[in-house]
T-cell receptor
Framework: GEDVEQSLFLSVREGDSSVINCTYT??????LYWYKQEPGAGLQLLTY?????DMKQDQRLTVLLNKKDKHLSLRIADTQTGDSAIYFC??????????FGKGTRLHILP | NAGVTQTPKFRVLKTGQSMTLLCAQD?????MYWYRQDPGMGLRLIHY???????AKGEVPDGYNVSRLKKQNFLLGLESAAPSQTSVYFC??????????FGPGTRLTVT
């Protein structure tokens, strides 16, 4: 069935780059998304990529999509303490269905 | 432009009580969703709506009902609350390309 998988934790030193990875199973994905959730808050859309793109860059964020391997990654350059959060990958498999991963908790080391 | 709002923010219910969670959006989105978030489970879709007057079941619909009488509002009802429904509930609305905008959540405890 349709699934989205992410590793649960990532620790990165402040100032380094963070790379959060995601794999998905559905072949009919049209859009893939990255959301950020800070403690006690709802999910906030960070960025998204259309399935016919390989890369999208937005300031410190770079999204890479390998459609052949069904692999999506989010790179955060110059990671700051404010980037500490849970990051969710999501896959739009059809108009009324978006599947979320379980989230990757990013911890920033001083 | 408030985006997506949810009321209430917190609620404690006794087993068997009922309640309604209200979600409102001011972005004229057709699609609206109710999710629950539990530790280690990620987000699970309860019900969703693709337009005014329509509703559909998601992944975990049992014990919940919904209504979408007006385009901007999506209501989630619990008819007889159970401790297993203790969770954080999120509402979202989305554009046609699927970008979802989430409310701040309702933290529900059922004792």
């Amino acid at each position: 069935g349709e699934d989205v998988e992410q590793s649960l934790f990532l620790s990165v030193r402040e100032g380094d780059s963070s790379v959060i990875n995601c794999t998905y199973t559905d072949s009919s994905s049209t859009y893939l998304y990255w959301y950020k959730q800070e403690p006690g808050a709802g999910l906030q859309l960070l960025t998204y990529i259309f399935s016919n793109m390989d890369m999208k860059q937005d300031q410190r964020l770079t999204v890479l999509l390998n459609k052949k391997d069904k692999h999506l990654s989010l790179r955060i350059a110059d990671t700051q303490t404010g980037d500490s959060a849970i990051y969710f990958c999501a896959d739009k498999v059809r108009d009324d269905k978006i599947i979320f991963g379980k989230g990757t908790r990013l911890h920033i080391l001083p | 432009n408030a985006g997506v709002t949810q009321t209430p923010k917190f609620r404690v219910l006794k087993t068997g009580q009922s309640m309604t969670l209200l979600c409102a959006q001011d972005m004229n989105h057709e699609y609206m969703y109710w999710y629950r978030q539990d530790p280690g489970m990620g987000l699970r879709l309860i019900h969703y709506s693709v337009g005014e007057g329509t509703t559909a079941k998601g992944e975990v619909p049992d014990g919940y009902n919904v209504s979408r009488l007006k385009k901007q509002n999506f209501l989630l009802g619990l008819e007889s609350a159970a401790p297993s429904q203790t969770s954080v509930y999120f509402c979202a609305s989305s554009t046609s390309s699927g970008e979802q905008y989430f409310g701040p959540g309702t933290r529900l405890t059922v004792t």
